[in-house]
């Protein structure tokens, strides 16, 4: 049985889509035992309408709640009560293999960090969600769990991401970028200079750099980069989106043969819509933390908590946190 | 008369589409005079086919070309007899006031800071295009030149990059955003935390962090970043548009329904085409060399490059080298 601590307060849907989603996760998976963390009253209240098996559930009362825009590190050291913190520090007891939250982004890197800790061997935890690509997703490391990085960092980046697509995704050698600003091995800032060189160097499938017109492009299966930089890239994806289809709805709107158009070709807008759906990809992970720790997306729906506790259950049924171990004492990085 | 000096030799459509645009900007502009560089007799011969005020046009000879891929600091140093080191030579002796080429950006950035260097109180010539947005455009600084920067960097890309906004596109007040992990004044990495600092004592119109989200969003005129981070950007814009036609035409494709609006919606995304087309938007300028240098896209047509040219002559007539001088003067960045 995989036991999976769940924030049922965190996100903008809690704690209603937190509660579908885990009752919707242990129809599916009848090998998880779930702890939900949250007001007991509340979470009680939620699961009374619902049909789950009652034996593979138990409500964690916790009375605090972490704000989105409360600066996290502070939340964590201080709210004690909150359900992400009381369930950070049930994971690391051990009382659970797994933690997912949709809560803020920050206060789960920092409860991560500093709650669970880092597995031996990891320098630094890196948040690492999956894009979509062309042909299925790129996993970007680190998405933003450090602003200022090592070149031995990135090189770390890399052979946890590679282990993860490889076991989690299933994708059998896994093609490692590094993001770059030039494809030749001699472009790059003082920091990707240096992380090539230590790439070169590993035994996983380095490909070589990643420009920026590249990440989406199916060639690679781990994209790693500093997490300032894959903060601004992900962020900025969303923004290109954003652009993009606001351009084309308004070109759409601007004559009455484009609008008959728009109306016919609207099922492949709705099927792009559900291509991009982040809920499909459930979500970004905190690698190297010594328990396997799960972002999902802020504004998670039922489907994508149900997904976010997949992915903890297969992160887990692999034991990920221990081939980490494993594979970094294999193959130090200094 | 403005005298604009133009690389006839550089670019994917060369020499074709840089005479054509070339004669294209002089029928427009009674006030240029130009330097075509290149190999005379195909000059010659392409200018031949066409009519044009033979009394405001120099063909002067340059044998040699630099290839997009070559090393570009030892290209520049070692092909003396290339069109972009002649032109980018003429340049920084006065012969012309601006330098257009759609060559190599590599060797237009080490031919600027090498041949024609840097204006007196620059630091450091940034390489700035401006991104469409959904309200007109937004200059990126730096997109490429300076791959490890220093805060100060920072601080000037934002006042050179204010100036032109002002000066040449006529913006009154540009907001200026610094590219940021997040939206609060402590979020940063190192560079960041400290640029952030320095532009809030700036004579600019500083508006704080800019997320990656926000960058298209048209909340800003003026973005600055290191060149490593605005390379990869620049590039991923690209690769993120690419990526979101590329999922639009395979789903529009996926039915007869969708395949018949598409047919109807097709002046749409004509029109939308037209809207990204960055031959509207002329070239990246090298901010910050002694002259203005302007780097065209590789693939630029004739339209682009009588773009190009165009604002080349306002650059100069705007006399944005001395405005940028005087400017860094009265507010010394250290």
Redesign the interface.
Known sequence: MYRLIIDAMGGDHAPQAIIDGTVMALQEYTDIFVYLVGKREVIGQYLQEQEYDRDRIEIIDARDEIQMAE?PVNAVRTKKDASMVVGMQMTAEGKGDAFITAGSTGAAVAGGTLIVRRAQNVLRPALAPILP??KGGVLLVDC?AN??CKPVFLQQFAIMGSIYMKNVVGIPNPRVGL????AEE?K???L?KEAYQLLKGTNINFVGNA???????GNYDVVV?????G??????????????F???KE??L??A??K??????????T??KK??DYTEYGGALLLGANKGIIKAHGSSNAKAIKNAIRQAREFTKMDLVEKIKKDLQDNPCK
Chains 1, 2 share one sequence.
Do not use: H, W, Y
């Open positions: 600066p690509t062309t933003g602003v200022d993001i770059n600003n030039g001699e790059g800032n003082s990707t420009e920026g017109r590249d990440i989406l492009s980069c500093d997490g300032f930089v903060n601004v890239l992900m962020k900025f994806m969303e923004g290109c989106a954003s652009f993009l606001g351009m084309i070109e759409l601007s004559s043969r484009t008959i158009g728009a109306a016919l070709a609207k099922p492949a807008f099927g792009l291509q991009l």
